[in-house]
């Protein structure tokens, strides 16, 4: 391989890296809201799209930075999900598997449409003096925005992994995702547990909303794409594996970069399709299978 095809190939991978990290983030909170809730949330991406019209809100209100934005849209996702898991999902009772999915796919037409009568159709971005820089690393040419995006997902990453393990409220989630019965026999108010897990997996959908939103336009229907990914991402992983998330994130993020530099951008989404349905086919219980623990 010649020295330019080689350095083109890595740039591509490394792209599809960076992208792959925020496919990551997206696809950890939908695998955390299963894995301790085993309820899948159709309004994931819907989620997203309400972190981008915040960013985009306080951008046009205060001339606010995209990034400072996510300091709002994280607690209001947070406290977004909180209310709804309290509100909707905990009144399904013994139909949560099943009502669930029709709650969230309601949900998300609700959002989608107060985004459309609130900010209209069409889509609006931001304009800021890095969004189209690049820096060179080692030959590599990498966009500015998609590296703040690549350490922000690094942070709220390692910031999950240290509340679920090095804290008593994490170990009150894993032992609700483990075992709710036991748990609550142990004192762990698991409706409550539920809800700040809930709570959770909005704000990471926010926070991705908010590093997105240097790189895209916003619309009211962006969400929906979005939620196909992170099932995509989720199921790659192993439905409820968080580890699995992050690497289903990097691998969609890396076949459809590949895909989109040495066949055609035109088909960059269907890559991953592709990706997914092998997985179904090779192997449904995902890349990790069940040799990765659950939360």
């Known amino acids: 391989m ?9 740039q591509t991978i490394a792209q599809g890296l960076l992208t792959g990290g925020l496919y990551a983030l997206i696809g950890t909170g939908l695998s955390l809201i299963f894995g301790v809730m085993r309820v899948i949330n159709f309004a ?15 951008f046009r209100a205060f001339n606010l930075d995209p990034y400072f934005s996510v300091l709002v849209a994280a607690p209001v996702g947070f406290a977004l999900g909180y209310v ?17 999915m ?24 931001i304009n800021v003096a890095y969004a189209t820089k690049t820096v060179q690393l080692g030959g590599v040419q990498l966009s500015i925005p998609l590296i703040v995006a690549g350490i922000g997902t690094l942070a709220a990453i390692g910031g ?11 170990r009150a989630i894993r ?44 619309f009211p229907t962006v969400g929906e794409n979005y939620t196909t990914k992170a099932f995509i991402v989720t199921v790659l992983g192993g439905l ?3 580890p699995g998330a992050v690497v289903g994130g990097l691998v969609l993020g890396t076949i459809e970069s590949l895909g989109a530099f040495y066949i055609s951008n035109n088909y960059r989404d269907a890559y991953g399709l592709v990706a997914f349905l092998l997985v179904l086919l090779l192997r449904p219980e995902g890349l990790f299978g069940r040799t990765v623990k659950r939360v």
């Open 2 to 10: 010649d020295p330019a095809a080689a350095t083109a190939l890595i």
């Open 44 to 58: 994931h991406g819907d989620f997203l799209a309400i972190g981008m019209f915040i960013t985009l809100a306080l």
């Open 84 to 100: 709804i898991q309290r509100v909707i999902l905990a009144r399904l009772g013994d139909r949560l598997a099943e009502g669930s």
């Open 102 to 125: 029709l709650a969230t796919l309601g949900l998300g037409l609700i959002i989608s449409n107060t985004l459309l009568l609130t900010f209209g159709a069409q889509p609006q971005n």
């Open 160 to 170: 999950l992994n240290f509340l679920l393990y090095r804290t008593e409220l994490g």
């Open 175 to 218: 032992a609700t995702a483990q075992n709710p019965l036991g748990a609550e026999l142990q004192g762990v108010k698991t409706a409550t547990i539920q809800a700040i897990v809930f709570g959770l997996g909005v704000a990471f959908a926010a926070i991705a909303g908010v590093l997105l939103m240097p790189l895209l336009y916003a």
């Open 240 to 242: 409820g594996n968080l």
